[in-house]
């Protein structure tokens, strides 16, 4: 699997979520008083007697959870939506909500993500409002727009003193927090032993957070280093969702289908270790987990290997349909040059 840029990520919308419309601009007061003035009023009418809270973010509905709380850990994992105070959605990660809007795309992911949390990478708003939640609750929360931005001062009138009105709009999350954790690669290993247990219960470890199983093949033969084979391959997360193949049925039938791609195997240049391996004429690099996996297999073999996104994406994740922190799935077949 090449490395590919990300250009687009749905969780980014989270962190830096009512789109930055420019530069940092002086600040209106007046123009805050007025958005303050339009938020007041706006929860008179749809949510009488709630009030600021923490950094001055108004909790609208919150139902508790039962689970860890939230108290600062560096990670979490969440569902997510957000919308205007029109109740306009902007972005969300469930799957039935973007089918009821019209704007469902199987080539996104939809579904809980990892987000960092630590240092000041979540706006301050987001962030307050992540505060005291347990796992399992849901909270929902009007952020206005002075809340919105990343810089952290003493006190909550500061912050709306020196926002200004025009870079950020006001926002409504909707956020259920699945989970929260401080070590996110040994929580990332958990989650993919315990799928793999279920999926391929004696699948063997190759190494902490790479595992390997052959599926068919006899060969114990070696490939010799500076020979070109070739693979088919199909990539799928966690949750069964393909992200790419070079199998073209399998990609209509996963909604990922491109008429402006060749559907056919991929070549590979072979090396003395896996970091020499390549893809493509072109020598692309891969990604190190499924280097890693192809070189445990020999000619004519038919493989899947599961690994970490330490091994893969990381944390920036794959375009639109991998998530930060995404273990990967991938079935591998070396097949005869087509």
Known sequence: MTKIMKTNKIAWLLIGAALLTGCAKSVSTSDNEDNRTYIEAWLAKNHPGVSASGTGIYILEDKAGTGTAYNGQE??????????LNGNISTTTDAKTAQQLGIYDKTYFYGPEVIYAGGQS?????????????????????IPNWLMGYKRYDDAETYYKKASASDYSN?????TLEDTFTDETAWETDSLARYLWEAYPYIPKVEDGL????????????IPA?????????????????FDTTDEKTAKIAGIYSSSKTYE?????WG?????LSMGSSGSTMIEGFAKTLFQMH???KGIGAFISGKGYGSSGSGNIIPSYSPLIFEIELVPEP
């Open 272 to 276: 003395e270790t896996y970091s020499d």
């Open 171 to 175: 926002t409504i999350y909707t956020i």
């Open 122 to 142: 979540l706006n301050v708003g987001v962030e307050d409002m992540l505060k005291g939640m347990k796992v399992g609750g849901t909270r929902t929360a009007l």
């Open 226 to 242: 500076d020979t070109t084979v070739y693979i088919n391959y199909t990539g799928r997360l966690l949750n069964g969702q393909v």
């Open 211 to 222: 595992y390997y199983q052959k599926l068919a093949g006899t060969s114990t033969h070696a």
């Open 265 to 269: 195997p991929t070549q590979v240049n």
């Open 75 to 84: 990670y979490v994992y969440i569902r997510f939506t957000t919308k205007d």
């Open 299 to 301: 000619p004519g073999e």
